[in-house]
C-alpha cells in the first residue's frame, strides 16, 4: 500500500510540475500580448496590430505580418486571440519583441518552401474571407398573405465564399507579386478592366496559383482551355493574347 501511495505521490508531482512548467513556458509570451491587447476585447485588435507593426518597424501592409497571422493560425482578419499568440510565439520560440523581429526573415524563409507556401497562399484567401465587406445583391422576397405581407432577406451562398476584386488585386500583389510579377501584374490589369466577374472564389483564386507554376509567361504556349481551368483563366489568357497582337 505504500509503494502505490508513494506511485500516486509522485505522479501528481510530476503533473504539478509540467504544469508549473507549461504556465512558465508562456509567462513572457502572455506578458507581451498584453501590451497590445484592447483590454475590453481580450483579443489584439486591428489598433494593437498596428502598434505590434510599429514595434516590430514594418508597415502593416507588410507580408510578413500575414505570415506571422499564418503561423498563429488567426481565424479572424485584423484579430489575434490569446491562443492564437501562443501558438504562433511558442512555433516560432520567441518572447520578446527583440526576438520576434529577427525571426521574421526566417518565417519569411519558411513560407517560400514549396509545400508551405501553397498552405500560406490558400491561407492567405480564408483569411481574407473573415474581414472583406461584399457588395453582393440580397434578394428580397415578399410574400402576399390575406393583405398581409412578409419580406424575408436571403443573403447568398457566395458571400462566404468569394472576396471582391479589389481585395483580390491587393491580396495577389502581396503574396505572389514578388514571385511572379509578370503574371500578377497583367492577372490584375485584366481584373480592373472587366465587367464581368465582381468576385473571385478559391477554385479561381488556387487556379491562378496553378497556372502561373504551370503556363509559361508570356509566350502561353502550353495553355489549354479544354482542360481544368476555370474560365477566369480561359477568358484571362483570351483577353491577353488579343492585346499582345
Given at each position: 500500500?505504500?509503494?502505490?501511495?508513494?506511485?500516486?505521490?509522485?505522479?501528481?508531482?510530476?503533473?504539478?510540475?509540467?504544469?508549473?512548467?507549461?504556465?512558465?513556458?508562456?509567462?513572457?509570451?502572455?506578458?507581451?500580448?498584453?501590451?497590445?491587447?484592447?483590454?475590453?476585447?481580450?483579443?489584439?485588435?486591428?489598433?494593437?496590430?498596428?502598434?505590434?507593426?510599429?514595434?516590430?518597424?514594418?508597415?502593416?501592409?507588410?507580408?510578413?505580418?500575414?505570415?506571422?497571422?499564418?503561423?498563429?493560425?488567426?481565424?479572424?482578419?485584423?484579430?489575434?486571440?490569446?491562443?492564437?499568440?501562443?501558438?504562433?510565439?511558442?512555433?516560432?520560440?520567441?518572447?520578446?519583441?527583440?526576438?520576434?523581429?529577427?525571426?521574421?526573415?526566417?518565417?519569411?524563409?519558411?513560407?517560400?518552401?514549396?509545400?508551405?507556401?501553397?498552405?500560406?497562399?490558400?491561407?492567405?484567401?480564408?483569411?481574407?474571407?473573415?474581414?472583406?465587406?461584399?457588395?453582393?445583391?440580397?434578394?428580397?422576397?415578399?410574400?402576399?398573405?390575406?393583405?398581409?405581407?412578409?419580406?424575408?432577406?436571403?443573403?447568398?451562398?457566395?458571400?462566404?465564399k468569394c472576396i471582391d476584386i479589389e481585395?483580390?488585386?491587393?491580396?495577389?500583389?502581396?503574396?505572389?507579386?514578388?514571385?511572379?510579377?509578370?503574371?500578377?501584374?497583367?492577372?490584375i490589369e485584366y481584373l480592373k478592366n472587366?465587367?464581368?466577374?465582381?468576385?473571385?472564389?478559391?477554385?479561381?483564386?488556387?487556379?491562378?496559383?496553378?497556372?502561373?507554376?504551370?503556363?509559361?509567361?508570356?509566350?502561353?504556349?502550353?495553355?489549354?482551355?479544354?482542360?481544368?481551368?476555370?474560365?477566369?483563366?480561359?477568358?484571362?489568357?483570351?483577353?491577353f493574347r488579343e492585346n499582345q497582337k
Amino acid at each position: 500500500m505504500r509503494r502505490s501511495s508513494n506511485r500516486k505521490s509522485s505522479s501528481a508531482s510530476a503533473t504539478a510540475g509540467s504544469t508549473k512548467a507549461a504556465s512558465k513556458e508562456f509567462e513572457k509570451i502572455d506578458q507581451l500580448f498584453n501590451v497590445y491587447v484592447d483590454k475590453s476585447s481580450g483579443t489584439i485588435d486591428p489598433e494593437g496590430i498596428e502598434q505590434l507593426c510599429s514595434s516590430l518597424e514594418v508597415d502593416y501592409t507588410d507580408v510578413r505580418i500575414l505570415m506571422l497571422a499564418w503561423k498563429m493560425r488567426a481565424q479572424k482578419q485584423g484579430y489575434f486571440t490569446l491562443e492564437e499568440w501562443r501558438t504562433g510565439l511558442k512555433a516560432l520560440r520567441v518572447d520578446s519583441i527583440s526576438k520576434l523581429k529577427k525571426t521574421l526573415p526566417e518565417l519569411a524563409k519558411e513560407v517560400s518552401r514549396p509545400s508551405d507556401f501553397l498552405d500560406f497562399y490558400s491561407y492567405a484567401f480564408r483569411y481574407c474571407l473573415t474581414g472583406t465587406v461584399f457588395s453582393l445583391p440580397i434578394i428580397i422576397i415578399i410574400i402576399f398573405e390575406f393583405q398581409h405581407f412578409e419580406i424575408f432577406w436571403l443573403i447568398p451562398e457566395d458571400k462566404q465564399k468569394c472576396i471582391d476584386i479589389e481585395s483580390a488585386c491587393q491580396l495577389l500583389s502581396l503574396v505572389l507579386g514578388s514571385q511572379f510579377g509578370p503574371q500578377v501584374d497583367k492577372f490584375i490589369e485584366y481584373l480592373k478592366n472587366q465587367s464581368e466577374y465582381k468576385v473571385i472564389n478559391m477554385d479561381q483564386w488556387m487556379g491562378f496559383y496553378r497556372f502561373c507554376h504551370e503556363i509559361p509567361f508570356p509566350s502561353l504556349e502550353n495553355y489549354d482551355s479544354d482542360l481544368a481551368w476555370p474560365l477566369i483563366l480561359d477568358n484571362f489568357v483570351e483577353w491577353f493574347r488579343e492585346n499582345q497582337k
